[in-house]
């Protein structure tokens, strides 16, 4: 039978409690398979898994509680191995670059931020700044006609927009990132500049937010400031 794989723990780690279940309708329970010097949570794959929130939150509950007693490894959502024996033996093949691993997320979890800015602040801000955005943008106001001259605006605060996203992007991890042992930066998502995974120690979770709320405050009305965590560390796996 196929194997979903929740987590990479050390041999030593706890195991789950009684009565902890994971994905499935009905829920399958959890159990640890030993590889090596570690252990590896798993369980039987349901047939026909979806990201249906249900297993979602499922999948979740058991990472948050392996967590409670040490560091783990976090598998995303449906990761499933042909069956229990090729699951261990692909994890005892690289025992020691797991290990290191799970040295390095020890007493840490994951925070990721989404920083978003009001398009038409930016926009604002480039015609200022900027003397030949100003000029063409008075210029195509005064003669609708000047198609040449609406293409070379668009054209510049196009470049210039996507500049300042990406400088923006740059300050706002430059900021935080001091504050955290790791940092991942993602593809914006959406309408956003900034889609950033800090790998925060328990014992500086505050200062790291406090951070993040003044970095939020020192930019404005205009900014969106969306973090998500404390979570289990999936960036740096």
């Known amino acids: 039978m196929p194997t979903y794989i929740y987590a990479i723990a050390r041999a ?4 789950p409690p009684d009565g902890l279940t994971g994905v499935g309708e009905p829920a399958h329970t959890i159990r640890v398979l030993k590889a090596g010097g570690l252990s590896l949570v798993a369980g039987d794959a349901p047939t ?14 058991v990472l948050e509680r392996l967590l409670d007693d040490g560091p783990v490894l976090p598998m995303r959502f449906g990761l499933v191995a042909p069956d229990d024996d090729e699951a261990v033996a692909a994890i005892a093949a690289r025992e020691e670059e797991y290990q290191s691993r799970l040295t390095a ?10 920083v ?15 003397p030949e955005a100003k000029r063409l943008n008075d210029l195509t106001r005064q003669d609708p006609q000047a198609q040449r001259e609406k293409v070379a605006l668009g054209e ?4 210039e927009m996507e500049a300042r996203r990406e400088s923006e992007a740059q300050q706002v991890a430059a900021a935080l990132t001091p504050r955290a042992e790791r940092t991942s930066v993602a593809a914006p998502v959406g309408d956003g500049f900034l889609n950033a995974s800090f790998l925060v120690r328990r014992d500086r979770a505050a200062a790291f937010l406090e951070a993040v709320h003044a970095e939020a ?7 969106t400031f969306h973090l998500n965590g404390p979570l289990p560390p999936y960036s740096f796996v």
């Open 48 to 61: 026909g898994l979806r990201a249906r929130r249900r297993d979602v939150l499922a999948h979740q509950l």
């Open 217 to 223: 405050e020192r930019r404005g009305d205009a900014y």
């Open 156 to 159: 510049l605060l196009s470049r």
């Open 116 to 130: 978003t800015r009001q398009q038409d602040d930016a926009l604002r801000e480039v015609l200022e700044e900027v």
């Open 12 to 15: 030593g780690h706890p195991a």
């Open 105 to 114: 997320v020890e007493g840490c979890r994951e925070y990721n931020l989404k």
